[in-house]
């Protein structure tokens, strides 16, 4: 038998040519730990014996955990460890939690790094991201729920408010957890304009006009039949609108969370805008009043009293959050709630 090879090829082909060839594409979580690993060694400062054995062990076991979160929510994004902005990110999550430690953070920072390997593109939402990274270890812990509270109370909707049973679920789940580290002090929502979280207005609303405003369909007292008669059921279309009233079952109220759905499902009943008009405001007269939603709300859930404290006597009810305060707000507000809403509905 001869050793001898012989090969011809084509225009515009490649030959390769060997004993054994092994061929592998796409790297390993093994590779990317090696990489990120390699990253930090070569760019974090050198320290003493102890305080290097310490860093070395954070910087581990925070990427460690970022590469499970991101076999579980990302995992084709592995390659992207090869990419020099990647890596640079990377690095600020590393040197963060290495000088800190602290497991709050490293999950905030951990949750925003895999929101960063979703973005392959550079553009805005792959700018904040990165941002967010350095921004969020300026942050006290007080500071981020207070950041969660604004972006939940005024940046979201939730869908599902259909019952008055979802709006206590949505107190304890999405504002109670962030309750009892708000903070009150003007110097704390400076701080966050100085990092570029946000900013402090002139202008507020209060807790209860947002969630009246938000969700009126589980606010409202009812109706009679008879209240309804006489000023709606001349509207052609309107009865089909009406459910019994989730506080009351003996009285009626529409059938939408918002005046927003309620328009749509008047369209849907070839309601004219005008005939809306009427529907919104007869809608708006059986809200509960402002000091009956104050003590519902506390009634449900009794960590509602520590946000309307704050809310009314320090600068968050006049805060806005910058796009970075939203991406920092979002980020940890998922890593307390895993709710997993898309960072794209508010940036992009």
């Not at 594409?25 to 990120?36: C, F, N, P, Q, R």
Request: contains cysteine.
């Amino acid at each position: 038998m001869s050793d001898k090879q012989v090969q011809k090829s084509g225009d515009d082909s490649v030959n390769i040519q060997a004993k054994s060839i092994n061929i592998q594409t796409g790297l390993t979580y093994s590779d990317v730990k090696e990489i990120a690993l390699d990253v930090f060694k070569n760019n974090f400062e050198h320290l003493s014996v102890v305080a290097a054995d310490t860093a070395k062990k954070r910087a581990e076991e925070i990427t460690g955990k970022f590469l499970n979160e991101l076999e579980n929510r990302n995992r084709e994004a592995l390659n992207q460890a090869q990419d020099p902005d990647f890596q640079y990110s990377l690095f600020t999550v590393q040197k963060e939690y290495a000088k800190s430690g602290d497991k709050d953070l490293g999950d905030l920072l951990v949750d925003i790094l895999v929101e960063r390997t979703k973005v392959d593109q550079r553009g805005l939402l792959q700018i904040v991201l990165n941002e967010s990274l350095a921004v969020a270890p300026k942050l006290t812990t007080s500071q981020l729920c207070a950041l969660s509270i604004i972006f939940s109370l005024k940046y979201t909707r939730y869908l599902r408010m259909d019952s008055l049973n979802m709006l206590q679920y949505y107190l304890g789940h999405r504002l109670a957890p962030f309750a009892k580290d708000l903070p009150k002090s003007q110097a704390s929502y400076q701080h966050l304009e100085f990092a570029g979280c946000g900013s402090i207005s002139i202008g507020s609303s209060s807790i209860t006009n947002i969630l009246k405003q938000t969700y009126p369909g589980v606010f409202t007292k009812g109706f009679s039949k008879e209240q309804f008669n006489s000023e709606i059921e001349q509207i052609s279309g309107t009865e089909k609108l009406l459910i019994p009233c989730l506080r009351d079952n003996s009285l009626f109220q529409f059938n939408a969370t918002d005046f927003k759905m309620l328009k749509n499902k008047t369209k849907e009943e070839e309601i004219s805008e005008t005939e809306y008009l009427k529907i919104e405001a007869f809608w708006k007269k059986y809200v509960i009043s402002d000091e009956e939603i104050k003590k519902d709300l506390i009634n449900k859930n009794e960590n509602m009293a520590i946000i309307y404290d704050v809310w009314e006597n320090s600068p968050m009810k006049s805060t806005t959050l910058t796009s970075v305060g939203i991406a920092i707000a979002h980020a940890y507000t998922r890593s307390k709630t895993g709710d997993s809403d898309d960072l794209s509905i508010w940036i992009n």
